[in-house]
């Protein structure tokens, strides 16, 4: 798996557009969702005829990797 090393506040908006975080991960596209228990594993749980299927995603480390390029913001 290879991650861009800077990431944008598009890409927040891009990865909610995506998949949604509650007690698991969500794809929006698809509906199935997946344990957040091991984020080193990819997404493994789309439905057959979701048009992410086989897209080789980890969303965890995405998010995770926006959360920490994105700027700090101090009051």
């Known amino acids: ?7 944008s506040p598009g890409h927040l908006t891009a990865w909610g557009e ?15 969702s997946q344990s957040i228990t091991d984020p080193t594993q990819p997404f493994k749980s789309h439905k057959p005829d979701c048009q992410h299927l086989g897209a ?13 390029s994105l700027p700090v913001v101090t009051a």
């Open 18 to 32: 995506h998949w949604q975080l509650v007690d698991r991960v969500k794809c929006r596209h698809c509906g199935n």
């Open 1 to 7: 798996m290879t991650t861009p090393n800077h990431y």
């Open 56 to 68: 080789g995603d980890y969303p965890l480390l995405e998010l995770a990797g926006i959360l920490r």
